[in-house]
């Protein structure tokens, strides 16, 4: 007895892969501006800027990371829809997560200021760090609602499998971030504030092409029916609770790092620079595997829609696996190259040779974490999938 996929139910796995590997590419958007950031400003004289940038994107872990259950949540409600082949629905997803995302995009610009001052109180870290960061902070922070529109569209273009428009998006957000990085930290001098500039300016970019790509798939004589459709208090009240849900996950997730960035801070900028750049790779194989996380809820939302509730175990198994290959390939690489790698990031010797006794520690931590992050589902046909495996198990036995 095994419980090895069945080669009846494999015909998932080409959309598994390609969804994935969309799913990657799109999910690390945010990890990779702040790599960006951090490897640009990590190769100037001054070490007060880099410090910096990685103290203010303590507060954007908050602001951005755990704001993304708009994407997972408007990804698993989509994914359902096309199952249903429900267009009118799909469309209504769509509008629905887009005010969600702008309201809560004008809030965050207009409570700029107070969150500003709370953070960087609440956080250590000496004067001149604290003001770099403050620098960084007030010039990304207006990235806000095209952060969020980028979270809805990416996660309804993947509902909807268009994986050219989500390989589109993450490509010009990311090229114009280093583009513009380049231009605005190493030939203007704008430092941490050009490089907060840079990466909220590529997301705006990134909005356009997703919005014409939401212009030449929608079909627009659905459009009345979901205008009509965003007063529905049922579906409203549905869609918070489902949000809720992955909000509290998302939080307690980052709460983790938030604290350990801080414990850092108040040890100088020397740990903080340190453990900082551990974290980014830390961070981008969980952002990896998160993608593969996004492919689960595309995949068991549509799963849903068509009531194909035998393919979850395999499609679970697949993603473990997956997901453990991924991560160890970052901890083994980081073990194997480490001077290699974070010689990217900066150019502070004294820095690069302290992180290298602490890669060994990648290999469990990131293993384990790549179990932990499954993404949530829809509902409940995870939990009716394994009842079915089970079941099926114990029929075999």
């Known amino acids: 007895m095994s419980f090895a ?37 990590g190769h100037l004289t001054d070490i ?12 954007f872990d908050y602001l951005y990371r755990v704001l993304k259950f708009i994407r997972n949540s408007t990804n698993a409600m ?25 309201a809560i995009a004008i809030m965050i610009l207009c409570l700029q200021y107070p ?25 990304r922070i207006w990235g806000a609602p095209a952060v969020l529109l980028n979270f809805v569209l990416i996660g309804w273009f993947l509902g909807r499998e268009k994986n050219e428009f989500v390989f589109l998006i993450s490509l010009v957000a990311n090229g114009f971030n280093v583009l513009l990085d380049y231009l605005m930290i190493m030939q203007w001098d704008w ?36 205008i009509k459709g965003l007063s529905d208090k049922e579906a409203i009240t549905s869609t918070l ?33 340190e453990n900082g750049l551990l974290l980014q790779i830390v961070l981008l194989s ?9 492919t689960v809820q595309t995949l068991i939302g549509n799963f849903q829609g068509k009531g194909d509730i035998e393919k979850t175990m395999p499609l679970m198994i697949t993603a473990i696996f997956h997901s453990l290959l991924i991560a160890l390939t970052y901890a083994l690489s980081t073990l194997l190259f480490p001077e290699t790698i974070f010689r990217l990031l900066t150019n502070h010797s004294d820095i690069n040779q302290a992180i290298t006794n602490y890669t060994i520690w990648f290999v469990p931590l990131l293993a384990f ?18 009842f079915y495996w089970f079941k099926r198990w114990g029929d075999f036995a």
């Open 78 to 102: 989509t994914a359902q829809a096309v199952g249903r082949n429900d267009s009118k629905e799909i469309l209504l997803h769509l509008l629905r997560s887009s005010l969600v995302a702008l």
């Open 5 to 41: 996929i069945p080669h009846s139910y494999q015909s998932f796995l080409p959309r598994f892969y390609r969804l994935s590997l969309v799913g990657i590419l799109s999910n690390l958007m945010v990890p990779l501006a702040g790599l960006f950031d951090s490897a640009f400003l």
């Open 241 to 273: 609770v489902l949000n809720g849900n992955i909000l509290v996950r998302f939080l307690i997730l980052i709460s983790s790092y938030a604290i350990f960035t801080n414990l850092s801070s108040s040890m100088g900028k020397e740990i903080l620079t």
């Open 115 to 139: 969150i500003q001052k709370l953070g960087f109180a609440i956080v250590a870290g000496s004067p001149e760090i604290k003001a770099s960061g403050i620098e960084y902070f007030n010039s």
């Open 191 to 226: 430092g941490s504030m050009g490089a907060g500039l840079a990466t909220a300016l590529s997301q705006y970019l990134a909005l356009i092409v997703g919005l014409v790509g939401v212009a030449l798939t929608i079909q627009w004589q659905d459009l009345p029916y979901a």
């Open 48 to 59: 007060n800027y880099l410090a910096g940038v990685i103290l203010a994107s303590l507060l």
């Open 286 to 294: 969980q952002f990896s595997v998160q993608g593969v996380g996004m």
């Open 369 to 386: 974490t790549a179990i932990a992050q499954r993404q949530p589902p829809a509902d409940h046909i995870y939990v009716r999938g394994i």
